[in-house]
């Protein structure tokens, strides 16, 4: 008898391997695939991004210092310059983020650890519904509400705001925008703090205010940050929306709140089924400025995760 449970035992410890070697074989075959979804992205826009640069290029080279730090972008007598942009795109989505962040932060600890559950689930579902509403309906929420706001604003202070399109309108649009994804990821960072930690603040004499910022949040911290450059990225990415109030502007940088704008998602996709030759291709080039930029912030947001805990 033991003989037969000790072969039942050999046989499930082989399937258990085996099970093992195929869901981990299944789990690297995604990954790799994902990966390489991202290569194939990243050379195919390098490809086409890079050769204008180069001195074989048949449409006519571009000085790449030039494209990097110029202060003009006129498509109609080929002058691409984009250090103007990069600044207007820094400027519009951080302050878009300066917004965002803490109200998405302040909700999600509300929901998680203050609201009755009632009031909760409502509003989880509200902010799930906002992270679901495609980009388009944001814009034209923004070409109807936010621009007229701005215009008000504007003259009431005796500004010219070009009709309400203008870098506030844009700061304020993608704060709307990256507010459900920050919200939705630190509501489920909070929600993952083992209750033990909390009980354990309270038990050596902090209130739950304190607790919850210092011990609940700082544990959280991985989560929240994750939302923090899903939210940027989605800043620095978004095109549709934020190319019907930003104005566009063809020099700069923009440092009026009131007056128009221009982002490198906006510059890219301007035209972009109208153009051909070297106007096409430059847009790729810009493209790949604006994935330096995203991975050079993800990297400094990383940064500031692993010391945030510190600062308590």
Known sequence: ????????????????????????????????????FI???????????????????????????????????????????????????????????????PISILTALFIVKIAPRRISVLMITIVELLAAIPSVVYGVFASGIIVPIVNDIGQSLGHR??????????????????????????????????????????????????????????AAKSGIFAGLILGLGRAFGEATAVSMVAGNKMWGPTTDLFDTTRTLTSTMLAGLKETTGLDYDIRFSVGIVLMLIILITNYIINKIKKNIGNLY
């Open 1 to 36: 008898m033991s003989r037969i449970k000790i072969e039942a035992d050999h046989q499930y410890q082989k399937r258990k391997r085996l099970s093992d070697l195929y869901f981990k074989g299944v789990f690297r075959l995604t990954g790799l695939i994902s990966a390489l």
């Open 39 to 101: 290569v194939i992205i990243f050379v195919f826009i390098l490809n086409k991004g890079v050769r204008v640069f180069l001195p074989n290029y048949e449409h006519g080279q571009i000085n790449l210092f030039d494209f990097l730090t110029g202060n003009t972008w006129r498509q109609d007598v080929a002058v691409y310059g984009i250090g103007f942009i990069i600044v207007n795109t820094l400027i519009a989505s951080l302050g878009a983020i300066l917004i965002s962040f």
């Open 161 to 218: 705001t070009f009709g309400g399109n203008s870098l506030l309108a844009v700061v304020l649009l993608l704060a709307i925008m990256t507010f459900p994804t920050i919200c939705s990821l630190s509501i489920s960072a909070i929600k993952a703090v083992p209750s033990q930690l909390e009980e354990g603040s309270l038990a050596l004499g902090a209130s739950k205010t304190q607790t919850n910022f210092k011990i609940v949040l700082t």
